[in-house]
């Protein structure tokens, strides 16, 4: 079984540019959380989704937003980058609530 | 905040030793969940202990849990130069769906 995939692996934007990161599932799960990952702030939620509805939010900025597509496939979109946005952007897939969450590798986001 | 608390911030032991690390949270959970993380890449999943087990064993890991006191411990038994990255504990607060509440992470290294 194919694990979590997330595409792009790097990405350098300029302050004021927008940017999409993609991430494919575990085949078969439906639930699709985002972290933010700073050396300053640790792992934080961004947010989680369900059957291509948003279950879960973390306390961002409506700068940062998402969607879950019928396959399961998530993005999730940064608008108007700033240098803080610079972090690496976790997806993570579950089978069903409250069990183990499977994580891609992850996007290296860098914001010059 | 939330947030787990792991101790201690850092661990420097000698291959073959025992490696404890631990994690306190502060609201009731459904469960609690370790993570490792090797050089900034995604997170693996370790272990998940429910809020009404006491114990876990997977291997050469241990996984302790005690609600009266919101706190867990991880031991890693005879461990080895691999097991040096970031160790993460995780908390799923209950009525969070998928979300996990991570701690700032625990630094291990083992000296060969």
């Known amino acids: 079984k194919a694990g979590v995939t997330q595409t792009p692996r790097y990405l350098i934007k300029t302050r004021g540019q927008q940017v999409t990161l993609s991430c494919s599932p575990i085949?078969?799960?439906?639930?699709v959380s985002w972290y933010q990952q700073t050396p300053g702030q640790g792992l934080q939620f961004l947010f989680e989704?369900?059957?291509?509805?948003?279950?879960n939010k973390g306390n961002f900025p409506g700068r940062f937003s998402g969607r879950q597509f019928s396959n399961s496939r998530s993005e999730m979109n940064v608008s108007t980058l700033e240098l803080g946005d610079s972090a690496l952007y976790l997806c993570?897939?579950?089978?069903?609530?409250?069990?183990?969450?499977?994580f891609g590798q992850g996007t290296r986001l860098t914001v010059v | 905040s939330q947030q787990g608390e792991e101790d201690p911030q850092a661990l420097s032991i000698q291959e073959g030793e025992n490696a404890t690390m631990n994690c306190s949270y502060k609201?009731?959970?459904?469960?609690l969940q370790w993570y490792r993380q090797n050089s900034g890449r995604g997170l693996v999943h370790l272990i998940l202990?429910?809020?009404?087990?006491r114990e876990k064993h997977s291997g050469r890991l241990r996984v302790t849990l005690d609600t009266s006191k919101k706190s867990s411990s991880l031991l890693i038994t005879a461990s080895r130069a691999a097991d040096t990255a970031s160790y993460f504990c995780?908390?799923?607060?209950?009525?969070?769906?998928?979300?996990?509440?991570f701690g700032k992470g625990i630094t291990l290294s083992v000296r060969p």
């Open positions: 993570a897939s579950t089978a069903q609530v409250n069990t183990e969450a499977f």
């Open positions: 085949s078969g799960h439906r639930s």
């Open positions: 989704y369900f059957s291509e509805t948003q279950r």
């Open positions: 609201t009731s959970i459904n469960n």
């Open positions: 202990i429910r809020s009404n087990e």
């Open positions: 995780a908390t799923v607060f209950t009525g969070a769906n998928s979300k996990l509440t």
